[in-house]
């Protein structure tokens, strides 16, 4: 799916995990996220294709200029009920912040989600992202006051909630 803007949204292929691996273990450090309890210590970051290649769950990556340069995805939300899915791994290098991106991929994450039946979407996030939670607030996302399902992400400290 082509966007304005100069970037583009696809799905993530094998060949992008290194690259995808990489903006996460730049771009979590840079908020305080590299400790424990955050996502850049999940098994899956180094085989994002692989764990987001079962039902249920896509990954994308945004180009900019043919180059990867940021991604994100859902899967079902681990511990919740079925309707729920979980906005996952959203990360994007500084070049591509600020240019619309990151309210496409939201976009085409929660349609594509709802297509595939379900309800509602959390997420999780950290103080100190204050870009990001701007945007899911703009994306229609409510604040709630505590983690939802079993992520295992217990240094993230703000959570949010989106019918879809």
């Known amino acids: 799916m082509a966007v304005a803007l100069n970037f583009t949204l696809r799905p993530i292929e094998p060949r992008d995990d290194a690259t995808v691996a990489a903006i996460i273990r730049r771009v979590m450090p840079e908020f305080g996220a590299d400790g424990p309890g955050f996502a850049i210590h999940d098994a899956e970051v180094d085989a994002m294709c692989a764990a987001y290649a079962r039902p249920r769950a896509a990954y994308f990556v945004v180009e900019r200029d043919g180059v990867v340069q940021g991604g994100g995805g859902f899967a079902p939300l681990d511990g919740a009920d079925a309707a729920t899915c979980e906005l996952r791994k959203m ?28 309800r509602q979407c959390y997420l999780e996030t950290l103080t100190g992202m204050d870009a990001a939670q701007s945007l899911y607030l703009a994306s229609g996302f409510r604040r709630i006051e ?16 989106r019918e879809l």
């Open 91 to 118: 990360y994007f290098l500084p070049g591509l912040r600020g240019l619309g991106a990151g309210r496409a991929l939201i976009a085409h994450c929660l349609e594509s989600a709802r297509t595939l039946g379900f």
């Open 146 to 161: 505590h983690a939802l399902g079993a992520t295992g992400h217990h240094g993230c400290n703000r959570f949010y909630l």
